[in-house]
Structures are given as structure tokens and as C-alpha cells.
């Protein structure tokens, strides 16, 4: 069973572990050095992508994490965490870090404020049966992808209309993409019963063989 780090300096770092569970990890939190050491893949949850920003360097965890992103480990970031991921954050704090670790453009809260967000039901490549039942909060769409990228999923056309980003066209966005062994998504499949994202995040750790560090 691999061993799988959730991000545990703010956000959803509990609803993560507990579906992990569910598909078939073992799930611990990482808030220092020595924990990140010991696991096989990383979620980096959702919550508010400055606060994390800044909590990172605080803990002295953001290097940390990068070097490991750097090496291949398989990494799962929601909503807060796509943003980490991201090597450009439009709507951004100007102090505000990410990872770089996926080549991708993600605007930050652009499917409206908070009484924006919304549920819908959504097809995700590498995901069979039926669609899944995704979870925006205050979340992120991805504007460009670089080479490489996968994009996993799209939001329906009139699923989101309402908001900040009403006016623009939200029907289409992209809201899950996967690079190599980093999976990102703008909704929270952690708040819903289906763990079928976090078990294709398990598959991705089992099939990358990345192990702890010595
Ligand atoms: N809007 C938040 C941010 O910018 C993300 C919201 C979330 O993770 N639910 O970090």
C-alpha cells in the first residue's frame, strides 16, 4: 500500500486523507521535512493559495517540496493546490509563490467569489462510468497549457452562470489536467463520496515507483 503525504499546513488536509483511504493508501500529513522524506506521492489540498504560499516558506517546506516535484514525485493539487502546481498564477498576491512543477496558466478564484461556487457533473478522461460530481469552490480555471499537458476535463456549457466570470465564457474551461506525475484539479473531489480521482492519483503513485527517500 503506498504511502501518500497530504499537505497538512492549511486547507481540506482531513476530507484528502480520508479518501486516499478509501482508494487504497495509506494517508499521512506532511508539515515538516522528515515527513515529506517518507512518502511515495503528495496531495496538496485546497484552502487559500497565498496563505499556503507563505506557510510554505515559513515551515521551510517550499524548497523542500519543489526539489521533490523536481525529482518526479507524483503530486495531486485541488483547487488551492492546481494553483501551487502552476507555472503562472494570473489574479495573483504579487509575494505569492508556486511550483512550477505543470506548465499551465491558472486564474485564480475566476469562476467568481465565493457565493459563486457551484456543483456539476463532469466527464474525466482516464475515469470510467458514470460522471463525476464536481465541487467549485472559489476555484480556479486553467488558461493555457503547455507541451505535454493532458487536459482531463472541461466544464459543460451553462454549468457555471453565474459569478465574476459571468459575461465570459465558462462552458469549456479547463478544470483537470495531468502532466507526467502531476495530476491537478480545479473542483474538490475530496468533499464528495467518489473516490475515483484519488484512486486514479494512487494508481499514478503504484505505477511511478518514486519511494520514499533513503
Ligand atoms: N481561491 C482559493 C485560492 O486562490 C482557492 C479556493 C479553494 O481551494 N477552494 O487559493
Sequence with gaps: MPTIGVLALQGDVVDHMRALEAAGARAVPVRRESELDAVEGLVIPGGESTTMSKLLQIFDLFE????RLD??????????GMIMLADEVLDGRADQRSFGAIPMTVRRNAFG????????EIGIDGIEGE????????????????????????????AADSGAGAGEEQGGRIVA?????????????????DAR???YFVGMVRGADAGPVE
Design 131 to 158: 460522471p463525476f460530481r464536481a465541487v467549485f469552490i472559489r476555484a480556479p480555471w486553467v488558461e493555457r497549457v503547455g507541451a505535454g499537458v493532458q487536459v482531463l476535463a472541461r466544464v459543460p456549457a451553462g
Design 71 to 80: 525529482a518526479g514525485l507524483p503530486v495531486f493539487g485541488s483547487c488551492a
Design 197 to 199: 480521482v484519488h484512486e
Design 177 to 193: 489536467v495531468r502532466a507526467g506525475a502531476c495530476l491537478a484539479t480545479s473542483f474538490h473531489p475530496e468533499v464528495t463520496p
Design 113 to 120: 467569489r465565493q457565493v459563486d461556487s457551484f456543483e456539476t
Design 64 to 67: 523542500p517540496v519543489r526539489k
